[in-house]
């Protein structure tokens, strides 16, 4: 891997991470462009570094939310109080259920979807436009996320686990159809994320999957910059672009790239 392939995975990474474009698919388009020697198949490491920028891009920009979610939580634990936090909590933990229970029923069918297979990204990114164009003509509400709608979001977050669905386009989309406010489906959209990341990684370090023997630091690093810094960016970017519904212009670029993406692997 040359240190501007990191760079270049690293903002794909960080952009579409929170950006509904899909990350997994853009990383695959990334790869194929690149070359398939550009993150090769054992650098798992690489991959749970840019997913670790992320996350971390992510508690920065949401981290008074953080804050106030744990305060909350200690008082309701203390106090044996059932807090606007906890419950908020609750619903977090809850959306994490499916995804959790699909990605461990199903993790070796996903691992086979990847690699190359530029069809389906191109398919899935479509299925994402129309999700887009859908949610962007949603009526405006104030309605938060309930226990039942946070079950559904999880599904949706699960089934974005293929190449070419963009998570947060999905899990976005899902909760402005089900009738939540824009900015409060936004901001569940990002922090219910939190968790599943740091549980992949901490699953892929205690399984031993990760091969340190032949690491770079100075590609971890550029890789992680990149992300980290990207991500912060787009982050901040989604949430205006929601609550402005704004996603029909992602959901033709989401268009444009799947159908690119489809003619690209029949040749």
Not at 28 to 48: R, Y
Not at 146 to 172: F, N, Y
Request: glycine share 8%; proline share 2%.
């Amino acid at each position: 891997m040359e240190i501007l392939d990191a760079v270049i995975l690293g903002i794909i990474q960080g952009l579409t991470e929170f950006l509904p474009v899909s990350s997994s698919g853009h990383l695959e388009l990334g790869k194929a462009i690149l070359g398939s020697n550009a993150m090769p198949k054992e650098s798992l490491l690489f991959t749970v570094v840019l997913h670790f920028a992320t996350a971390l891009s992510t508690i920065v920009i949401f981290r008074k939310d953080i804050i106030e979610i744990f305060s909350g939580l200690f008082k309701a634990m203390s106090n044996k109080i059932w807090t606007e936090e906890a419950k908020f909590s609750a619903k977090i933990i809850v959306s994490m259920i499916p995804a959790v229970i699909i990605g461990y029923k199903y993790e070796r069918v996903f691992e086979e979807l990847f690699g190359n297979n530029i069809l389906l990204v191109g398919s899935m990114l479509i299925v994402t436009a129309v999700l887009l164009f859908l949610a962007d003509r949603a009526k405006r509400t104030h309605k938060k996320v309930g226990l039942k709608d946070a079950l559904i979001i999880g599904v949706a977050q699960g089934i974005a686990m293929l190449p070419g669905i963009s998570r947060s386009g999905a899990t976005i989309s899902t909760s402005v159809l089900l009738g939540i406010d824009k900015t409060k489906a936004a901001r569940f959209s990002f922090l219910m994320v939190i968790p599943l990341i740091f549980g992949k990684i901490a699953k892929d370090i205690l399984a031993g999957e990760i091969d340190y023997t032949s690491t770079n630091f100075t590609y971890l690093s550029v890789g992680f910059l990149a992300a980290f810094v990207s991500g912060l960016f787009a982050c901040t970017w989604m949430i205006k672009l929601v609550k402005q519904s704004k996603l029909t212009y992602f959901a033709i670029y989401c268009i444009i790239v799947g159908v690119i993406a489809i003619i690209w692997s029949l040749l």
